[in-house]
């Protein structure tokens, strides 16, 4: 046994004696074929390529060692480096490299750092690498102004059969993507991203883990799926689940993601995008291009979403003046690389909701001009019943509906409706994107707030409608959060002169004009003094 024992030992020291032996001499190999083997690294992308050093490794399997990879960029685009790493590592497999396949165990990426640019024309720098093909088809389908570069093929030479990567591991690598298409150019930088891929260029879908950091420190990013398989089919299936978030201005959260696509024809198409989001969930469909400008499309549900959060995702302004749930209906298209030229139609519906810091019924009533004032119409008899609908700076509502129709950078409705305890109003009109606003609407005060009304001043009855309800038309432009309602003060003039020519309301009238006494005017120019005197008493 002891025998047997020093000899394996022996065996064991003979081995390592080799194998270090002839890791040597591939490194001396590598070492004085150096230069030749960056020339086809560098022929086969079309850019020029620089290592630190290049080493054969073979524990943990044979492969070889990259120190510092550095892939220049177009200049036409960068004079920083297109891609950089730390070290690449590569390992094979000799028992499938014997059987004509190039057996790739796995590929390590250690700290990669990728930087895509997309010039002022659209075209990105990754388009400029090297083609797999050859002849005029390479450049046909290219950019006007870019040249695909393309190495050339000895046609006799030996196909590979084919190609398997078992592994890929991506270790704290990060993204770097310029926009210059936009004006200010927008760069998004994502970091600390960890990523594992397993059986590529198997017959089997790709298994994807992807962690990453997007516009933070930390990871806020975490999905597993699966693509593929990828040959021979023009459709590849794929599927993501996990959860995203803290990301964006209003520090949005997904949990509970679900993916279900297709890739195919240079779209992704999604059957299912599922989750869980802003107190609400999410239930959409759609298409998204994956090269040209082609229209992206959403359709689908957003169900009980907190309002005020909704509208934090774009960092809006009004996002702090409005709060509620929301069921949101979607149906929205436009091109993928102008989300301000979208267009379509959204549905909203709003229960249990609050614009903070306008109260629109008091808005609207204290701005009749040239009434005695609120303080006399509704005066101290009323607003105490009404203390709720008066004294708060805010306003409250049951529900709020509006169809939408988006378009031009507007959003379009001819049936906004908003229904409260105490009033509704009905309105229509448009929303720019840039928050500039144009409605026309009417205040409905509620039959029981009118009826109190006329008992507390019996001349109230002829500002009333055919509904028996104080009803007043206006107009709001300006800037949502700034622009103040303004009473249409046409209507009254017409509501008060009706009133007149059927010898009603004098005595509200000869409050409104400073009469005494009941003085009438000269009845042969009544119709037009009227008109004249009313209209300077709402300032036209």
Same mark, same amino acid.
Request: proline share 5%; glycine share 10%; hydrophobic share 40%.
């Given at each position: ?16 004696? =080799? ?12 070492? !004085?074929?150096?230069?030749?083997? =960056? ?11 620089? %290592? ?29 480096? @297109? ?11 000799? *028992?499938? +490299? ?21 010039? +002022? ?34 046609? +006799? ?39 594992? =891929? ?29 693509? *593929?398989?990828?040959? *021979? ?12 978030g803290p990301l964006g201005p209003g520090d949005v959260r997904i949990s509970n993601l679900h993916l279900?696509?297709?890739a195919a024809d240079a779209f992704l198409r999604m059957s299912e995008l599922n989750g869980d989001t ?5 239930? #959409? ?24 959060? #909704?509208?934090?995702?774009? *960092? ?26 979208? !267009? ?23 701005? %009749? ?10 005066? !101290? ?24 129709? %988006? ?15 105490? @009033?509704? %109003? ?12 144009? =409605? ?42 700034? +622009?103040?309602?303004?009473?249409? !003060? ?17 005595? #509200? ?20 003094? #009227? ?6 008493? @709402?300032?036209?």
């Open positions: 046994m002891r025998t047997l024992a020093i000899a394996a030992g022996v065996t064991a020291v003979i081995g390592l004696a =080799l194998l270090l032996g002839v890791a040597l001499f591939a490194n001396r190999i590598v070492a !004085s074929h150096h230069d030749d083997i =960056l020339a086809a690294v560098q022929k086969s992308v079309g850019r020029p390529v620089s %290592i630190a050093a290049m080493q054969v490794r073979f524990w943990g399997g044979p492969g070889v060692r990259l120190d510092q990879l550095r892939i220049a960029d177009d200049p036409r685009f960068s004079r920083e480096p @297109f891609v950089e790493a730390a070290a690449v590592t590569v390992r094979v497999s000799l *028992g499938q +490299a014997l059987r004509g396949i190039v057996g790739v165990t796995s590929i390590a990426l250690k700290q990669p750092v990728l930087h895509l640019i997309r010039d +002022a024309g659209g075209h990105w720098n990754y388009t400029t690498l090297t083609h797999p093909c050859s002849g005029p088809d390479c450049t046909a389908n290219g950019p006007a102004h870019i040249m695909r570069v393309s190495a050339a093929t000895d046609e +006799a030479a030996p196909l590979v059969a084919r190609v398997a990567i078992d592994r890929v591991d991506v270790d704290d690598g990060t993204v770097i993507l310029d926009d210059r298409s936009k004006q200010p150019t927008q760069s998004v930088r994502t970091e600390h991203i960890d990523v594992t =891929l397993r059986h590529i260029g198997s017959n089997q879908p790709i298994t994807v883990r992807l962690d990453m950091a997007i516009q933070r420190t930390a990871h806020n990013v975490h999905l597993d799926g699966s693509i *593929g398989p990828i040959g *021979g089919t023009p459709t590849i299936p794929i599927r993501v689940d996990g959860d995203i279900v696509a297709t802003l107190g609400g969930s999410f239930a #959409l469909t759609g298409q998204y291009p994956l090269a040209g400008d082609a229209d992206a499309a959403l359709k689908g549900q957003l169900t009980h979403i907190n309002l005020a959060q #909704l509208l934090a995702v774009n *960092g809006q302004d009004v996002a702090k003046q409005m709060d509620g749930a929301a069921n949101v209906a979607l149906d929205l298209h436009g091109p993928s690389s102008a989300p301000n030229l979208v !267009s379509g139609q959204t549905v909203v519906d709003v229960h249990d909701g609050v614009i903070k810091d306008f109260n629109v019924a008091d808005e609207v009533l204290s701005r %009749i001009s040239g009434l005695p004032g609120v303080a006399t119409l509704v005066s !101290s008899n009323i607003r105490p019943k009404y203390k709720r609908l008066f004294d708060e700076h805010q306003t409250r509502f049951d529900t709020l509906h509006a169809t939408l129709e %988006i378009g031009e950078q507007r959003l379009r409705s001819n049936d906004i409706a908003i229904i409260a305890s105490d @009033f509704g %109003i009905k309105a229509e009109g448009w929303m720019g994107f840039d928050r500039t606003a144009d =409605l026309a609407g009417t205040l409905q005060m509620s039959k029981r707030f009118s009826d109190d009304l006329v008992s507390d001043i019996k001349e109230a009855k002829y500002l009333l409608n055919d509904n028996g309800q104080l009803a007043v038309p206006f107009r709001l432009r300006g800037k949502l959060g700034e +622009a103040k309602p303004t009473p249409d !003060s046409q209507y009254l003039i017409t509501l008060l002169t009706r009133a007149v020519g059927r010898g009603a309301a004098q005595q #509200l009238l000869d409050g409104l004009l400073g009469r005494k006494g009941g003085q009438q005017p000269d009845n042969g120019a009544q119709p037009n003094s #009227l008109e004249k005197s009313l209209r300077n008493l @709402f300032g036209h």
